[in-house]
Protein backbone atom coordinates (compact mmCIF):
# COMPACT_ATOMS: atom_id res chain seq x y z
CA UNK A 1 0.00 0.00 0.00
CA UNK A 2 1.36 3.65 -0.97
CA UNK A 3 1.75 6.08 1.00
CA UNK A 4 -0.31 9.56 -0.03
CA UNK A 5 1.84 12.73 0.50
CA UNK A 6 -1.01 14.01 2.83
CA UNK A 7 0.13 11.02 5.16
CA UNK A 8 3.50 11.38 4.48
CA UNK A 9 3.32 14.47 5.51
CA UNK A 10 1.15 13.73 8.54
CA UNK A 11 3.58 11.39 10.18
CA UNK A 12 6.60 13.68 9.54
CA UNK A 13 4.79 16.49 11.19
CA UNK A 14 3.63 14.17 13.66
CA UNK A 15 6.96 13.13 14.48
CA UNK A 16 8.12 16.59 14.66
CA UNK A 17 5.60 17.98 17.76
CA UNK A 18 5.95 14.40 19.73
CA UNK A 19 9.74 15.34 19.16
CA UNK A 20 9.24 18.74 20.41
CA UNK A 21 6.91 18.04 23.20
CA UNK A 22 9.00 15.73 24.46
CA UNK A 23 12.33 17.67 24.82
CA UNK A 24 10.46 21.50 25.53
CA UNK A 25 10.21 20.33 29.31
CA UNK A 26 13.35 19.76 29.68
CA UNK A 27 14.49 23.35 28.37
CA UNK A 28 11.89 25.05 29.93
CA UNK A 29 13.45 22.91 33.22
CA UNK A 30 16.63 24.53 32.35
CA UNK A 31 15.05 27.92 32.06
CA UNK A 32 14.19 28.17 35.26
CA UNK A 33 16.87 26.52 36.99
CA UNK A 34 19.71 28.73 35.14
CA UNK A 35 17.87 31.91 33.76
CA UNK A 36 19.54 31.67 30.46
CA UNK A 37 17.06 32.12 27.61
CA UNK A 38 20.17 30.53 25.53
CA UNK A 39 18.54 32.60 22.72
CA UNK A 40 20.26 34.65 21.05
CA UNK A 41 23.00 35.24 23.53
CA UNK A 42 26.36 34.71 23.14
CA UNK A 43 26.35 30.55 23.65
CA UNK A 44 23.54 30.52 21.10
CA UNK A 45 26.06 31.95 18.80
CA UNK A 46 29.12 30.04 19.40
CA UNK A 47 26.96 27.18 19.32
CA UNK A 48 26.03 27.96 15.62
CA UNK A 49 30.40 27.90 14.36
CA UNK A 50 29.77 24.09 16.45
CA UNK A 51 27.61 23.33 14.69
CA UNK A 52 29.42 24.31 11.32
CA UNK A 53 32.55 21.70 12.58
CA UNK A 54 30.41 19.18 14.85
CA UNK A 55 28.58 15.96 13.30
CA UNK A 56 25.66 17.05 10.49
CA UNK A 57 27.82 20.28 8.78
CA UNK A 58 26.78 19.10 5.22
CA UNK A 59 23.12 20.17 6.04
CA UNK A 60 24.23 23.79 5.94
CA UNK A 61 25.18 22.85 2.37
CA UNK A 62 22.23 20.48 1.27
CA UNK A 63 19.40 22.04 3.35
CA UNK A 64 20.01 25.29 1.49
CA UNK A 65 20.64 24.09 -1.99
CA UNK A 66 17.35 21.76 -1.91
CA UNK A 67 15.62 24.98 -0.70
CA UNK A 68 17.04 26.64 -3.15
CA UNK A 69 15.98 23.74 -6.29
CA UNK A 70 12.53 24.55 -4.92
CA UNK A 71 12.54 27.95 -4.97
CA UNK A 72 13.68 27.94 -8.43
CA UNK A 73 10.29 25.65 -9.74
CA UNK A 74 8.26 28.34 -7.27
CA UNK A 75 9.66 31.17 -9.17
CA UNK A 76 9.92 29.90 -12.82
CA UNK A 77 6.07 28.97 -12.03
CA UNK A 78 5.45 33.03 -10.99
CA UNK A 79 7.45 34.29 -13.58
CA UNK A 80 5.04 32.22 -16.04
CA UNK A 81 1.88 32.98 -14.41
CA UNK A 82 2.75 36.97 -14.58
CA UNK A 83 3.00 37.40 -10.98
CA UNK A 84 5.55 40.00 -9.10
CA UNK A 85 8.80 38.99 -6.95
CA UNK A 86 8.00 37.04 -4.11
CA UNK A 87 10.04 38.96 -1.70
CA UNK A 88 8.51 41.95 -3.17
CA UNK A 89 4.73 40.46 -2.94
CA UNK A 90 5.38 39.29 0.42
CA UNK A 91 6.60 42.17 1.95
CA UNK A 92 4.74 45.58 -0.06
CA UNK A 93 1.36 43.26 -1.25
CA UNK A 94 -0.63 42.67 1.65
CA UNK A 95 -3.65 41.19 0.35
CA UNK A 96 -1.01 38.37 -1.44
CA UNK A 97 0.71 37.73 1.78
CA UNK A 98 -1.25 35.07 3.11
CA UNK A 99 -1.72 33.24 -0.39
CA UNK A 100 2.17 33.58 -0.48
CA UNK A 101 3.05 32.50 2.61
CA UNK A 102 0.56 29.43 2.33
CA UNK A 103 2.25 28.80 -0.91
CA UNK A 104 5.65 28.64 0.11
CA UNK A 105 4.48 26.36 3.42
CA UNK A 106 2.88 23.88 1.09
CA UNK A 107 6.60 23.67 -0.70
CA UNK A 108 9.09 23.81 1.91
CA UNK A 109 6.98 22.16 4.98
CA UNK A 110 8.84 18.81 5.05
CA UNK A 111 12.13 20.50 4.42
CA UNK A 112 11.78 22.59 7.87
CA UNK A 113 10.54 20.01 9.75
CA UNK A 114 13.55 17.68 8.62
CA UNK A 115 15.66 20.79 9.24
CA UNK A 116 14.17 21.13 12.76
CA UNK A 117 14.81 17.14 13.27
CA UNK A 118 18.07 17.29 12.44
CA UNK A 119 19.31 20.43 14.25
CA UNK A 120 18.15 18.41 17.10
CA UNK A 121 20.20 15.61 16.24
CA UNK A 122 23.35 17.63 15.74
CA UNK A 123 22.64 19.29 19.35
CA UNK A 124 22.42 15.64 21.08
CA UNK A 125 25.59 14.57 19.26
CA UNK A 126 27.53 18.02 19.40
CA UNK A 127 26.45 19.80 22.66
CA UNK A 128 24.95 16.58 24.60
CA UNK A 129 21.80 18.58 25.26
CA UNK A 130 18.84 19.91 23.74
CA UNK A 131 17.48 22.97 22.98
CA UNK A 132 14.20 23.34 21.29
CA UNK A 133 14.11 26.99 20.52
CA UNK A 134 17.64 26.98 18.64
CA UNK A 135 16.38 24.21 16.50
CA UNK A 136 13.06 26.14 15.49
CA UNK A 137 15.14 29.47 14.54
CA UNK A 138 18.48 27.45 13.26
CA UNK A 139 16.56 24.97 11.23
CA UNK A 140 13.66 27.27 9.17
CA UNK A 141 16.45 29.57 8.93
CA UNK A 142 18.22 27.44 6.85
CA UNK A 143 15.48 26.59 4.52
CA UNK A 144 13.51 30.05 4.52
CA UNK A 145 15.79 32.48 3.82
CA UNK A 146 17.18 30.80 0.46
CA UNK A 147 14.19 29.89 -0.50
CA UNK A 148 12.47 33.68 -0.25
CA UNK A 149 16.00 34.64 -2.20
CA UNK A 150 15.98 32.90 -4.83
CA UNK A 151 12.09 32.20 -6.01
CA UNK A 152 12.19 35.96 -5.71
CA UNK A 153 15.32 35.93 -8.28
CA UNK A 154 14.37 33.46 -10.44
CA UNK A 155 11.33 35.26 -11.12
CA UNK A 156 13.00 38.70 -11.75
CA UNK A 157 15.92 36.63 -14.01
CA UNK A 158 12.97 34.80 -15.86
CA UNK A 159 10.93 38.01 -16.48
CA UNK A 160 13.63 40.19 -17.42
CA UNK A 161 15.04 37.75 -20.40
CA UNK A 162 11.53 37.52 -21.76
CA UNK A 163 11.14 39.71 -25.00
CA UNK A 164 8.84 43.05 -23.87
CA UNK A 165 5.39 42.90 -25.09
CA UNK A 166 4.65 46.18 -28.08
CA UNK A 167 0.88 47.20 -28.28
Same mark, same amino acid.
Given at each position: ?? /? ?8 LT?? !?????? /? ?41 ? !? ?11 R ?12 ? +? ?33 ? +???? !? ?18 ? %? ?14 ? %??
Amino acid at each position: MK /MTAISRNSVLTTA !LVVVLL /MVIPGAIRRLIETGDPYLFTKHFFDDILGRLSGPGRLRFIFQP !LTATLLAFQDGRRDARAGRPAFLWSL +IFHRTHRAKLLREMFASIRNLVAIAILLDLISQAL +IFHE !LRPGAALIVGPTLIGLPYCV %VRALTNRVIQAQRPAR %VG
